[in-house]
Protein backbone atom coordinates (compact mmCIF):
# COMPACT_ATOMS: atom_id res chain seq x y z
CA UNK A 1 0.00 0.00 0.00
CA UNK A 2 1.16 3.63 -0.77
CA UNK A 3 0.35 6.50 1.26
CA UNK A 4 -0.36 9.64 0.66
CA UNK A 5 -1.05 11.11 4.17
CA UNK A 6 1.55 9.57 6.32
CA UNK A 7 4.32 11.80 8.09
CA UNK A 8 7.07 11.09 10.38
CA UNK A 9 6.40 13.39 13.13
CA UNK A 10 8.97 12.23 15.88
CA UNK A 11 11.80 9.72 15.80
CA UNK A 12 14.13 8.66 18.62
CA UNK A 13 16.47 5.87 19.37
CA UNK A 14 18.57 4.88 22.55
CA UNK A 15 22.14 3.92 22.45
CA UNK A 16 22.58 1.03 24.99
CA UNK A 17 25.72 2.17 27.81
CA UNK A 18 27.35 -0.72 27.92
CA UNK A 19 30.20 -2.01 25.67
CA UNK A 20 31.47 -5.43 25.22
CA UNK A 21 34.32 -6.20 22.91
CA UNK A 22 34.58 -8.99 20.71
CA UNK A 23 37.99 -9.18 22.52
CA UNK A 24 36.66 -10.23 25.79
CA UNK A 25 34.51 -12.55 24.68
CA UNK A 26 37.17 -14.34 23.08
CA UNK A 27 39.05 -13.69 26.05
CA UNK A 28 36.34 -15.95 27.99
CA UNK A 29 36.08 -18.23 25.14
CA UNK A 30 39.56 -18.95 24.70
CA UNK A 31 39.40 -22.51 26.22
CA UNK A 32 36.66 -23.54 24.04
CA UNK A 33 38.30 -21.62 20.65
CA UNK A 34 41.68 -23.75 21.56
CA UNK A 35 40.45 -26.66 21.79
CA UNK A 36 38.12 -26.35 18.65
CA UNK A 37 40.96 -24.61 16.47
CA UNK A 38 39.14 -21.56 15.83
CA UNK A 39 39.75 -18.59 14.90
CA UNK A 40 40.57 -16.25 17.91
CA UNK A 41 39.29 -13.12 16.45
CA UNK A 42 36.53 -15.12 14.35
CA UNK A 43 33.49 -12.39 15.20
CA UNK A 44 35.53 -9.47 14.05
CA UNK A 45 37.01 -10.86 11.09
CA UNK A 46 33.85 -12.65 9.78
CA UNK A 47 30.85 -10.83 11.40
CA UNK A 48 33.02 -7.64 11.50
CA UNK A 49 31.57 -7.04 15.28
CA UNK A 50 33.99 -5.37 17.44
CA UNK A 51 31.58 -4.44 20.11
CA UNK A 52 28.05 -4.68 20.81
CA UNK A 53 25.82 -2.60 23.34
CA UNK A 54 24.42 -3.71 26.51
CA UNK A 55 22.48 -2.31 29.69
CA UNK A 56 23.44 -1.33 32.76
CA UNK A 57 21.54 -3.34 35.28
CA UNK A 58 18.10 -5.77 35.12
CA UNK A 59 16.66 -3.61 31.90
CA UNK A 60 13.41 -5.03 30.32
CA UNK A 61 12.14 -4.82 26.84
CA UNK A 62 8.95 -2.22 28.08
CA UNK A 63 11.74 -0.09 30.27
CA UNK A 64 14.20 0.42 27.25
CA UNK A 65 11.04 1.02 24.73
CA UNK A 66 9.47 3.78 27.21
CA UNK A 67 12.72 5.92 27.20
CA UNK A 68 12.87 5.54 23.17
CA UNK A 69 8.83 6.57 22.98
CA UNK A 70 9.02 9.37 26.06
CA UNK A 71 12.26 10.57 23.54
CA UNK A 72 10.12 10.01 19.96
CA UNK A 73 6.74 12.10 21.76
CA UNK A 74 9.14 15.13 22.95
CA UNK A 75 10.76 14.76 19.58
CA UNK A 76 7.28 15.64 17.95
CA UNK A 77 6.16 17.81 20.46
CA UNK A 78 2.81 16.35 21.04
CA UNK A 79 1.44 15.26 24.95
CA UNK A 80 0.43 10.99 25.01
CA UNK A 81 -3.13 11.58 25.13
CA UNK A 82 -3.29 12.35 21.25
CA UNK A 83 -1.84 8.51 20.34
CA UNK A 84 -4.29 6.56 18.79
CA UNK A 85 -2.35 3.23 18.56
CA UNK A 86 0.93 1.67 20.01
CA UNK A 87 3.03 -1.34 18.09
CA UNK A 88 5.50 -2.64 20.05
CA UNK A 89 8.12 -4.50 17.79
CA UNK A 90 10.80 -6.01 19.87
CA UNK A 91 11.78 -9.39 19.63
CA UNK A 92 12.77 -8.78 23.58
CA UNK A 93 10.16 -9.18 25.35
CA UNK A 94 8.65 -8.88 29.36
CA UNK A 95 6.59 -11.70 29.67
CA UNK A 96 4.85 -14.45 27.09
CA UNK A 97 1.30 -12.44 28.43
CA UNK A 98 0.59 -9.27 28.99
CA UNK A 99 1.85 -8.00 26.13
CA UNK A 100 4.62 -5.83 26.01
CA UNK A 101 2.93 -3.32 24.55
CA UNK A 102 1.01 -2.94 27.36
CA UNK A 103 3.58 -2.37 29.68
CA UNK A 104 4.85 0.19 27.55
CA UNK A 105 1.18 2.21 27.36
CA UNK A 106 0.92 2.20 30.70
CA UNK A 107 4.40 2.95 31.59
CA UNK A 108 3.64 6.48 29.13
CA UNK A 109 -0.34 6.66 30.37
CA UNK A 110 -1.65 6.81 27.04
CA UNK A 111 -5.47 7.37 26.96
CA UNK A 112 -7.91 3.98 27.24
CA UNK A 113 -8.97 4.84 23.55
CA UNK A 114 -5.53 4.25 22.31
CA UNK A 115 -5.11 0.14 20.50
CA UNK A 116 -1.71 -1.15 21.89
CA UNK A 117 -0.25 -4.56 21.16
CA UNK A 118 2.94 -6.39 20.13
CA UNK A 119 3.74 -7.53 16.48
CA UNK A 120 6.60 -10.21 16.23
CA UNK A 121 8.38 -10.73 12.91
CA UNK A 122 11.69 -11.02 13.49
CA UNK A 123 13.94 -7.72 12.36
CA UNK A 124 11.18 -6.62 10.54
CA UNK A 125 8.43 -5.67 12.72
CA UNK A 126 9.40 -2.48 13.01
CA UNK A 127 8.98 -1.77 9.55
CA UNK A 128 5.26 -4.54 10.06
CA UNK A 129 4.39 -1.41 12.61
CA UNK A 130 5.15 1.28 10.53
CA UNK A 131 3.04 -0.04 7.84
CA UNK A 132 -0.23 -1.08 10.32
CA UNK A 133 0.30 2.38 11.28
CA UNK A 134 0.14 4.00 8.04
CA UNK A 135 -2.84 2.24 7.07
CA UNK A 136 -5.16 3.41 9.90
CA UNK A 137 -3.59 6.81 9.41
CA UNK A 138 -4.22 7.21 5.85
CA UNK A 139 -7.97 5.56 6.40
CA UNK A 140 -8.72 8.40 8.88
CA UNK A 141 -8.85 5.95 11.64
CA UNK A 142 -6.21 7.67 13.87
CA UNK A 143 -4.17 11.00 13.69
CA UNK A 144 -1.02 9.58 15.62
CA UNK A 145 0.47 6.48 16.48
CA UNK A 146 3.62 5.28 18.46
CA UNK A 147 5.67 2.47 16.85
CA UNK A 148 8.78 1.24 19.92
CA UNK A 149 11.02 -0.91 20.15
CA UNK A 150 13.14 -2.11 22.56
CA UNK A 151 16.01 -4.89 22.88
CA UNK A 152 17.78 -6.79 25.66
CA UNK A 153 20.66 -9.11 24.72
CA UNK A 154 22.30 -9.25 28.21
CA UNK A 155 20.73 -12.49 29.05
CA UNK A 156 21.50 -14.33 25.88
CA UNK A 157 24.73 -13.20 26.45
CA UNK A 158 25.21 -14.52 30.02
CA UNK A 159 23.45 -18.20 29.03
CA UNK A 160 25.35 -18.42 25.58
CA UNK A 161 28.56 -17.90 27.12
CA UNK A 162 28.31 -20.00 29.81
CA UNK A 163 26.74 -22.91 27.31
CA UNK A 164 29.85 -22.46 25.21
CA UNK A 165 32.46 -22.79 27.82
CA UNK A 166 31.21 -26.20 28.53
CA UNK A 167 33.92 -29.05 27.46
CA UNK A 168 31.12 -30.76 25.61
CA UNK A 169 30.39 -27.90 23.16
CA UNK A 170 31.63 -29.21 19.68
CA UNK A 171 32.52 -26.54 16.59
CA UNK A 172 29.14 -27.11 15.26
CA UNK A 173 27.65 -25.85 18.45
CA UNK A 174 29.52 -22.71 18.30
CA UNK A 175 28.85 -22.26 14.37
CA UNK A 176 25.43 -22.37 15.49
CA UNK A 177 25.14 -20.22 18.41
CA UNK A 178 27.88 -17.82 16.86
CA UNK A 179 24.87 -15.40 15.50
CA UNK A 180 23.65 -14.55 19.42
CA UNK A 181 27.35 -13.44 20.52
CA UNK A 182 26.62 -10.35 17.86
CA UNK A 183 23.32 -9.20 19.08
CA UNK A 184 23.28 -5.72 20.74
CA UNK A 185 20.70 -3.59 23.04
CA UNK A 186 19.17 -0.51 22.09
CA UNK A 187 15.63 1.04 21.37
CA UNK A 188 13.90 3.32 19.08
CA UNK A 189 10.86 4.61 18.54
CA UNK A 190 9.10 6.29 15.50
CA UNK A 191 5.97 8.78 16.16
CA UNK A 192 3.83 8.65 12.81
CA UNK A 193 1.12 11.42 12.35
CA UNK A 194 -1.32 12.38 9.72
CA UNK A 195 0.43 14.47 7.42
CA UNK A 196 -1.80 17.39 7.70
CA UNK A 197 -1.00 17.58 11.46
CA UNK A 198 2.63 18.03 10.95
CA UNK A 199 3.21 20.30 7.77
CA UNK A 200 6.75 19.68 6.61
CA UNK A 201 7.97 16.80 8.24
CA UNK A 202 9.33 13.64 6.83
CA UNK A 203 6.62 11.82 4.85
CA UNK A 204 6.23 7.69 4.04
CA UNK A 205 5.36 6.67 1.27
CA UNK A 206 4.86 3.11 2.44
CA UNK A 207 6.09 -0.29 0.74
CA UNK A 208 6.29 -3.75 -0.81
CA UNK A 209 6.78 -6.64 1.19
CA UNK A 210 7.84 -10.77 0.00
CA UNK A 211 8.12 -13.79 2.01
CA UNK A 212 10.00 -17.15 1.52
CA UNK A 213 8.37 -19.29 4.38
CA UNK A 214 9.61 -22.53 3.35
CA UNK A 215 12.93 -21.47 4.97
CA UNK A 216 11.46 -20.58 8.11
CA UNK A 217 13.93 -22.77 10.11
CA UNK A 218 17.45 -21.17 8.91
CA UNK A 219 17.08 -19.13 11.99
CA UNK A 220 15.57 -19.72 15.44
CA UNK A 221 15.45 -18.33 18.62
CA UNK A 222 14.93 -20.13 21.58
CA UNK A 223 12.83 -18.96 24.49
CA UNK A 224 13.61 -21.68 27.49
CA UNK A 225 17.08 -21.29 26.59
CA UNK A 226 18.16 -17.88 25.54
CA UNK A 227 19.70 -18.88 23.11
CA UNK A 228 19.76 -18.23 18.75
CA UNK A 229 20.54 -21.01 16.10
CA UNK A 230 21.48 -19.54 12.94
CA UNK A 231 22.51 -21.36 9.66
CA UNK A 232 24.25 -18.02 8.47
CA UNK A 233 25.64 -19.61 5.00
CA UNK A 234 22.19 -20.40 3.99
CA UNK A 235 20.35 -16.96 5.27
CA UNK A 236 22.56 -15.00 3.26
CA UNK A 237 21.80 -17.09 0.09
CA UNK A 238 18.40 -17.55 0.30
CA UNK A 239 17.71 -13.94 1.55
CA UNK A 240 19.31 -12.61 -1.01
CA UNK A 241 17.38 -14.09 -3.57
CA UNK A 242 14.48 -13.02 -1.48
CA UNK A 243 15.56 -9.62 -1.65
CA UNK A 244 16.07 -9.88 -5.61
CA UNK A 245 12.64 -10.49 -5.36
CA UNK A 246 11.25 -7.67 -2.97
CA UNK A 247 13.54 -5.17 -4.93
CA UNK A 248 12.10 -6.12 -8.32
CA UNK A 249 8.90 -4.94 -6.71
CA UNK A 250 9.90 -1.95 -5.02
CA UNK A 251 11.01 -0.97 -8.41
CA UNK A 252 8.05 -1.76 -10.01
CA UNK A 253 5.28 -0.01 -7.39
CA UNK A 254 7.65 2.79 -5.46
CA UNK A 255 9.23 3.59 -9.26
CA UNK A 256 13.17 2.86 -7.44
CA UNK A 257 16.23 3.36 -9.33
CA UNK A 258 19.52 2.75 -7.16
CA UNK A 259 21.27 5.69 -8.57
CA UNK A 260 17.90 8.31 -7.78
CA UNK A 261 17.56 6.98 -3.99
CA UNK A 262 19.64 8.77 -1.56
CA UNK A 263 20.18 6.73 1.38
CA UNK A 264 19.93 3.06 1.92
CA UNK A 265 19.24 2.25 5.31
CA UNK A 266 19.21 -1.30 5.89
CA UNK A 267 19.12 -4.13 8.50
CA UNK A 268 22.22 -4.48 10.22
CA UNK A 269 23.49 -8.21 10.41
CA UNK A 270 27.41 -8.34 9.78
CA UNK A 271 29.72 -7.17 7.82
CA UNK A 272 29.50 -10.39 5.68
CA UNK A 273 25.46 -9.74 4.94
CA UNK A 274 25.99 -6.06 4.05
CA UNK A 275 28.84 -6.40 2.13
CA UNK A 276 27.07 -8.94 0.06
CA UNK A 277 23.60 -6.91 -0.36
CA UNK A 278 25.92 -4.02 -1.16
CA UNK A 279 27.07 -5.93 -4.60
CA UNK A 280 23.92 -7.85 -5.18
CA UNK A 281 22.09 -4.75 -5.33
CA UNK A 282 25.22 -2.35 -6.68
CA UNK A 283 24.59 0.06 -4.13
CA UNK A 284 27.43 3.11 -3.41
CA UNK A 285 28.51 2.07 0.07
CA UNK A 286 28.98 5.66 0.82
CA UNK A 287 25.13 5.69 0.61
CA UNK A 288 24.83 2.84 3.45
CA UNK A 289 25.76 3.97 7.00
CA UNK A 290 26.92 1.05 8.84
CA UNK A 291 26.60 0.39 13.14
CA UNK A 292 26.84 -2.70 13.39
CA UNK A 293 30.57 -2.82 14.24
CA UNK A 294 30.17 -0.98 17.14
CA UNK A 295 26.07 -2.02 17.97
CA UNK A 296 26.03 -5.33 17.02
CA UNK A 297 22.89 -6.35 15.35
CA UNK A 298 19.76 -5.13 17.63
CA UNK A 299 17.03 -6.85 15.53
CA UNK A 300 14.42 -4.57 14.61
CA UNK A 301 15.26 -1.70 16.28
CA UNK A 302 18.33 -1.25 13.74
CA UNK A 303 16.46 0.37 10.79
CA UNK A 304 15.03 3.30 12.95
CA UNK A 305 17.73 3.86 14.66
CA UNK A 306 20.02 3.98 12.24
CA UNK A 307 17.37 6.78 10.30
CA UNK A 308 17.70 8.67 13.85
CA UNK A 309 21.23 8.76 13.80
CA UNK A 310 21.58 9.80 9.98
CA UNK A 311 19.18 12.80 11.37
CA UNK A 312 21.15 13.45 14.06
CA UNK A 313 24.56 14.25 12.02
CA UNK A 314 22.75 16.10 9.57
CA UNK A 315 22.78 13.53 6.84
CA UNK A 316 19.43 14.06 5.75
CA UNK A 317 18.51 16.56 3.48
CA UNK A 318 15.00 17.94 2.81
CA UNK A 319 13.72 15.68 -0.10
CA UNK A 320 15.84 13.03 0.25
CA UNK A 321 14.69 9.58 -1.08
CA UNK A 322 15.53 7.48 2.20
CA UNK A 323 15.44 3.41 0.74
CA UNK A 324 14.15 1.26 4.16
CA UNK A 325 15.45 -2.56 4.01
CA UNK A 326 15.01 -5.10 5.70
CA UNK A 327 15.29 -8.99 5.68
CA UNK A 328 14.28 -11.30 8.52
CA UNK A 329 14.18 -15.00 9.24
CA UNK A 330 10.84 -16.43 8.56
CA UNK A 331 12.33 -15.58 5.66
CA UNK A 332 10.01 -12.26 4.80
CA UNK A 333 11.32 -9.11 3.14
CA UNK A 334 10.03 -5.37 3.49
CA UNK A 335 11.12 -2.46 1.41
CA UNK A 336 9.80 0.86 1.55
CA UNK A 337 10.32 4.43 1.52
CA UNK A 338 10.59 7.93 3.69
CA UNK A 339 10.99 11.20 1.58
CA UNK A 340 12.79 13.78 4.34
Known amino acids: MLFQHVAIAGLA ?22 RLGIKYNVLEEVAGVRERRLWDGPVRASDAAT ?11 IDADRIGLLVNTSVSRDYLEPSTASIVAGNLRLPDTCQNFDVANAC ?27 ETADLAYEKTL ?9 EQDFRDEMATLTLGSGAAAMVLARAELAPGAPRYKGGVTRSATEWNQLCRGDLHHDRMIADGRMLM ?6 GQKTFTAAKAVLGWAVEELDQFV ?8 TQAFLRAFRIDPKK ?35 ALLGIGSGLNCSMAEVVW
Open 13 to 34: HIDAPRRLTSEEIHSRLKPTLD
Open 67 to 77: LAGVKALADAG
Open 124 to 150: LAFLNGMDIAGRMIERGEIDYALVVDG
Open 162 to 170: ERLSRAEIT
Open 237 to 242: IEGLKL
Open 266 to 273: IHQVSKAH
Open 288 to 322: VMTIFGEHGNIGPASVPIVLSKLREMGRLKKGNRI
